[in-house]
């Protein structure tokens, strides 16, 4: 069984900083991509950016050139470093990660619990 687990929310103001982590663990598995997601009151769940197994990213236009995610293969731990962090951020944060496990080394996505962002103006 494989676990995701979100860490690193919290209340910052306006302009602040704020790094999240997503962190793998359980049994025998490799973790394909890794993406973070973030749903606001009475909004849909969004992609906010992916890293690959290659480390190629993508990030959704309103957070380029604030947010940064990274990962540490040997750690099983992805990141999010959100910098000049605005009102319209605040969310709660999702992790999902596609990984192989299984004798057959099947893909399947795996969601954290979201860890919530506030951020003040």
């Known amino acids: 069984q494989v676990q995701v687990v979100e860490s690193g929310g919290g209340l910052v103001q306006a302009g602040g900083s704020l790094r999240l982590s997503c962190s793998a663990s359980?049994?025998?598995?490799?973790?394909?991509?890794i993406g973070w997601y973030r749903q606001a009151p009475g909004k849909q769940r969004e992609l906010v950016a992916v890293?690959?197994?290659?480390?190629?990213?993508n990030y959704a236009d309103s957070v380029k050139g604030r947010f940064t995610i990274s990962r540490a293969n040997a750690e099983n731990t992805a990141y999010l470093q959100m910098d000049s962090l605005k009102p319209e951020d605040t969310a709660v944060y999702y992790c999902?990660?596609?990984?192989?496990?299984?004798?057959?080394?099947?893909?399947?996505?795996?969601w954290g619990q979201g860890t919530q962002v506030t951020v003040s103006s």
């Open positions: 999902k990660a596609i990984i192989s496990t299984g004798p057959m080394r099947n893909s399947y996505q795996y």
């Open positions: 890293i690959g197994t290659g480390g190629n990213t």
């Open positions: 359980g049994s025998t598995f490799s973790i394909n991509s």
